[in-house]
């Protein structure tokens, strides 16, 4: 279990399936473009706190490019999840942001990924 915080989080993934290039950093949570190109995201968040809400947000650089958030049904399930084809200059940095408030939840099933 992950959050609620105070301020918005840059969520940091330590669970790296694939990491080409060791562009993304499970140190900062950021991937940062080796070359110009067209590149693939896609993120799921699921969190199961009765209670609670979910809310993710992805960056390109420092603009945002989509927030998702859910609110629990009456059995305490969230989850969020969108993807994005992004034109990326080298040296751009795509991270995933965990909204102040909000919480995210992971365990073995890796419901929560990026």
Known sequence: QMGPFNTDVTLKFYKV???IG???SPTTGVFTAPFGG???FIFHGWD?????????????????????FDSNDDVGLVSVSN?????LDKGDVIYL???STYGIYDDDYNRSTF
């Open 17 to 19: 399936f694939t990491n």
């Open 22 to 24: 060791q562009a993304y």
């Open 97 to 99: 942001v965990l909204s």
């Open 83 to 87: 993807s994005f084809v992004l034109k």
């Open 48 to 68: 199961a706190r009765l209670l609670k809400s979910i809310g993710l947000k992805l960056y390109q650089n420092d603009k945002r490019i989509t927030g998702c």
């Open 38 to 40: 067209v590149y693939y």
